[in-house]
């Protein structure tokens, strides 16, 4: 009888296993369907760096998404607390976070108002990502806020067809945790399939005070029939994060230490904290900033046959969010909700918004050997009001300090329309065409938080009414040479509406209420790749024509963000190398490194000239040439090396990166920049299989290992005399010294 059953019974498994090996395959390529419109191939014309789910994971302990970009080439990770995780930011090329657009699933990620990607509103996301492409330069058309120096797309994992969950747990310096659980059904009744995880993220922060507190979730659930997927996605989380974002000379880090600042100070006769001078201060606890972001998708995935499969998202974001402030010594008239005689007086204030943003992505694909052709796009409305109250002044009832002193609303629509072929023209060569139409229309109105004082109108008012129509066209030519040999050149313009702030802050320069002008680029890349077994190389060489790009001038708004204005002529030109050796099977070595110039051609900065330091009297305020000047945040050397051993269960992930001096404005005012820096973080994991797990990893992050002193980030202002040493203030985020963070994470 065994003779018999056994064959049987191997045969049931067998076809078991490959049944459930195709729905598993299956699976994982309708999931991909959503982002084919926004993704490059080999095929593709474009400079672009992907990152795998391993590269991801080896560094999801606790810090944000930055910290993982940081690992390709021309990008920079900036931080407010010192240990990459709260306030952390990207640039890429010089370009800040405002002109890289930023998606998930396809579905932009970017505030379309303030058009910048916060990390924190979605607290471990970095642990829901199963992909990650970063392109460089305009990239391919996509959706949301328009590419204007690069994109990030991520997707998040696949559903699993298998039961499994996962347990992770993290503790480092500064009292740096993570516990996070995440649970999948598996393929359930052949159809179904549900994904939930949970994580809690918190740290006191290098900077003090600096404190950090996140809580996520993440929920997918799927229908599967062979060809068509139906996913809703829900995720998010609540961010509660002391606020940071003011940074600290360098006179006050020799005075008081390198984990100083001031958010939240107050003077006092008695205060519990006494400073290195012997002053004392009491500190405000709640000087907090609060979010709360729930991200909704309902994702069809349809695969028609081998060449043509369909995507439609439909998308809604909520977000509420405050912070609280307090004001040492404010002036109660800046305050018209307020009826008082006092002119001074110590107060806590919040300033409030809540928005709402929802819309339809919808593609469709075709893949043939020869052609690939994509084509489809997207609307949303995006509606955001924004006020500001009083919890208390120093001497007033709480009766009597009830109302907003300021109270705005901004609506916005976004669309766009695109079709991109890639055409196989001859053996070798491909040709590349990608056009995209896009539609904004921005309003907002209202009374702004700025005071201007003026007869009738204490608040500054906003009116914007602007409607942009930008086409966006894409070409380009990829020719391969042999298995080995890969080239590509290709011509992009991209356009860009000014962000929120652009519009807003101009009151502080210009008198007149005038408009920004939107933003242009002319976009040449030229890349080569040169691919064998264990060797990779690659050259890219780009140029970026801008036409009115809004760059900082040096000025700083009263929420320490950099005022910009339009220059009409600007360029950023550099080459980007790179090369991955795999010396061994247990040794990888890689490097990248970008070399680059970016000039602001006949630049004219706005400055207003006092007498002296003591009159304060106005001698001039207008334009002063300065002819061809380099760009602020733009370091003209950036350099990785990356060195993988891995042998058995054991990982050693070695990280070094090199970044070159930059400005904060755009006059090479040394006064006024970031020193040159070099800092090196290693991570090491071992990983084992127990009876009862499928995977036990234990891991230890050490970063900057060789406790360099640095800031990656910074910004400043100056203030100019005729008769008295003009001001240049400099503020920095000075980065942690040598720190930990220990992981432990169980897959069952």
């Not at 100056?718 to 503020?731: E, G, M, N, V, Y």
Request: with cysteine; hydrophobic share 35%; proline share 3%.
């Amino acid at each position: 009888m065994k003779r018999f059953l056994l064959p049987i019974l191997t045969g049931v498994a067998a076809v078991a296993a490959h049944a459930q090996e195709s729905d598993s395959v299956r699976m994982y390529r309708l999931q991909q369907i959503e982002v084919t419109a926004t993704r490059a191939t080999p095929r593709t014309p474009v400079a672009y760096t992907d990152l795998s789910h391993d590269a991801i994971a080896r560094n999801s302990y606790g810090t944000d998404i930055p910290t993982v970009l940081a690992l390709t080439p021309s990008m920079i990770a900036t931080n407010e607390t010192g240990i990459g995780i709260g306030g952390t930011s990207i640039r890429l090329r010089g370009t800040d976070a405002t002109r890289l657009n930023v998606t998930i699933n396809g579905v932009a990620m970017n505030n379309p108002d303030s058009h910048s990607m916060y990390w924190y509103d979605t607290p471990d996301l970095i642990s829901a990502v199963g992909t990650m492409q970063v392109q460089r330069g305009a990239g391919l058309s996509t959706n949301g806020t328009g590419a204007f120096g690069g994109a990030v797309n991520m997707t998040t994992g696949a559903l699993s067809t298998e039961f499994s969950g996962e347990a992770s747990l993290s503790y480092g310096s500064y009292n740096t945790n993570k516990q996070a659980v995440g649970i999948s059904s598996g393929l359930l009744g052949g159809h179904w399939a549900v994904d939930a995880r949970l994580t809690h993220i918190g740290s006191d922060g290098y900077i003090d005070r600096g404190a950090t507190d996140l809580k996520s979730y993440l929920f997918q659930g799927g229908y599967y029939n062979g060809r068509t997927m139906v996913k809703l996605l829900s995720f998010g989380g609540k961010a509660k994060t002391y606020l940071t974002y003011n940074g600290v000379t360098m006179e006050d880090m020799e005075r008081y230490g390198r984990r100083y600042h001031d958010s939240g100070q107050y003077q006092t006769s008695a205060g519990p904290h006494v400073l290195a001078d012997g002053s004392h201060v009491g500190y405000f606890d709640d000087q907090t900033d609060n979010y709360l972001q729930i991200n909704n998708q309902l994702i069809l995935n349809h695969r028609f046959n081998n060449r043509w499969a369909l995507n439609a998202t439909a998308f809604y974001t909520y977000g509420y969010g405050y912070y609280k402030q307090y004001k040492d010594d404010a002036e109660l008239a800046e305050y018209v909700n307020l009826d008082t005689e006092i002119q001074e007086a110590d107060l806590i204030r919040e300033k409030i918004m809540r928005n709402h943003l929802g819309g339809l992505n919808a593609s469709a694909s075709y893949t043939s050997r020869a052609l690939d052709l994509n084509f489809g796009g997207s609307w949303s409305y995006y509606t955001c009001p924004h006020w500001g109250e009083l919890d208390w002044v120093d001497g007033m009832d709480a009766g009597a300090i009830g109302g907003r002193w300021y109270d705005n609303d901004v609506d916005k629509q976004d669309a766009n329309l695109f079709a991109r072929a890639n055409w196989q023209a001859a053996h070798g060569l491909r040709l590349f065409a990608d056009i995209q139409y896009r539609y904004i229309r921005y309003e907002a109105w209202g009374t702004n938080d700025n005071y201007i004082g003026q007869e009738g109108m204490p608040m500054q008012p906003i009116d914007v009414d602007k409607t942009y129509h930008f086409f966006n066209p894409r070409a380009g030519v990829s020719y391969r040479l042999g298995e080995r040999n890969s080239f590509f050149f290709s011509f992009a313009v991209a356009q860009k509406e000014p962000t929120r702030g652009d519009f807003t802050d101009r009151y502080m320069f210009t008198a007149d209420y005038t408009y920004p002008s939107s933003e242009k680029l002319y976009d040449w890349e030229l890349g080569y790749t040169y691919t064998a077994p264990r060797l990779s190389l690659g050259v890219n060489l780009y140029y970026m024509k801008y036409k009115d790009q809004l760059v900082p001038m040096g000025r700083i708004n009263d929420g320490y963000d950099a005022l910009n204005d339009n220059v009409d002529d600007s360029y950023r030109r550099g080459v980007e190398l790179s090369a991955s050796w795999k010396v061994t099977g247990w040794f990888t070595a890689s490097a990248n490194a970008t070399f680059s110039q970016n000039r602001i051609e006949n630049y004219t900065e706005l400055r207003t000239v006092y007498d002296n330091d003591e009159d304060w009297n106005v001698i001039s305020d207008g334009p002063v040439a300065l002819g061809t000047t380099k760009l602020a945040y733009s370091p003209e050397t950036i350099a990785n090396l990356i060195l993988d051993f891995h042998y058995g269960g054991f990982e050693a992930a070695f990280h070094t990166q090199y970044v070159g001096e930059q400005y904060f404005a755009n006059n090479e005012n040394d006064a006024l920049s970031l020193d040159a820096y070099c800092v090196t973080n290693l991570n090491l994991s071992y990983s084992f299989r127990t009876r009862n797990a499928r995977r036990i990893r234990l891991g230890l992050q050490v970063n900057n290992l060789f406790n360099a002193e640095y800031e990656n980030n910074g910004y400043g202002y100056s203030t100019w005399f005729r008769d008295s040493p003009s001001q240049h203030t400099a503020l920095y985020f000075p980065q942690a010294p040598l720190n930990v963070l220990a992981n432990v994470t169980v897959k069952f």
